[in-house]
């Protein structure tokens, strides 16, 4: 079983940035999402990545401003923040996949992290 810890969050200034960090432990496997999830909001899909580093892929609303990335000898992956806008606030979620295709769906996720907060202000 793989474990995830989520760090990295807090409280940024629109226009601000912040990175995530997601270290992994345990069985690990090859795809890797975040999430997040608002107050009265359905968790939804940020970004991906395979442990390879392909399989790349954002969320219309975040594409431009975040950048997902890996570093195997840490088993850790990444979310970089971006001129960061107060409808990105949410509680952030690291979690894998044993998905044999790439996929978007929070269903399809098998082990999720205790997640970050993120808040910005405007």
């Known amino acids: 079983q793989v474990q995830l810890v989520e760090s990295g969050g807090g409280l940024v200034q629109a226009g601000g940035s912040l990175r995530l960090s997601c270290a992994a432990s345990g069985r690990t496997f090859s795809r890797y999402g975040w999430f997040r999830q608002a107050p009265g909001k359905e968790r939804e899909f940020v970004s991906r990545?395979?442990?390879?580093?392909?399989?790349?892929y954002y969320a219309d609303s975040v594409k431009g401003r975040f950048t997902i990335s890996r570093d195997n000898a840490k088993n850790t992956v990444y979310l970089q923040m971006n001129n960061l806008k107060p409808e990105d606030t949410a509680v952030y979620y690291c979690a894998t996949s044993r998905r044999p295709v790439p996929t978007n769906l929070p269903d399809d996720y098998d082990s999720w992290g205790q997640g970050t907060q993120v808040t910005v202000s405007s």
């Open positions: 990545i395979h442990w390879t580093g392909a399989s790349i």
